[in-house]
């Protein structure tokens, strides 16, 4: 089960931070990531993290979010900045077993970016 926080609303060139907390699982063996999804259109990449750091982050991202991981807290977090009205949907966590099929989602987290 994943659980999110940290959505809102903000003004053009603020910062959010999102986070995640998983339960139920071995977090450990998990990539984790976020993705995001507006209307009528794909869920879309913003960032995953593996089990051993690696990152992989949507061409948007343009380095304005940072993900990060604490495995002793089973939480993934995205640190959001330079945000703009374009960065507006719902954002969602995803958990990805690294060692068989499991997949799971969160129930995504809207963000506003307006003024």
């Known amino acids: 089960q994943l659980v999110e926080s940290g959505g809102g609303l903000v003004q053009p060139g603020g910062s959010l931070r999102l986070s995640c907390v998983a339960s139920?699982?071995?977090?450990?063996?998990?990539?984790m990531g976020w993705y995001r999804q507006a209307a009528g259109k794909e869920r879309e990449l913003v960032a995953t993290i593996t089990s051993g750091g690696r990152i992989n982050s949507g061409d948007f991202v343009k380095g304005r979010f940072t993900i990060s991981r604490d495995n002793a807290k089973t939480t993934v977090s995205l640190e959001m900045n330079s945000l703009q009205p374009a960065d507006t949907t719902v954002y969602y966590c995803?958990?990805?077993?690294?060692?068989?099929?499991?997949?799971?989602w969160g129930q995504g987290t809207q963000v506003t970016v307006s003024s």
């Open positions: 995803n958990a990805s077993s690294e060692v068989g099929p499991g997949n799971c």
């Open positions: 139920g699982s071995i977090f450990s063996v998990y990539t």
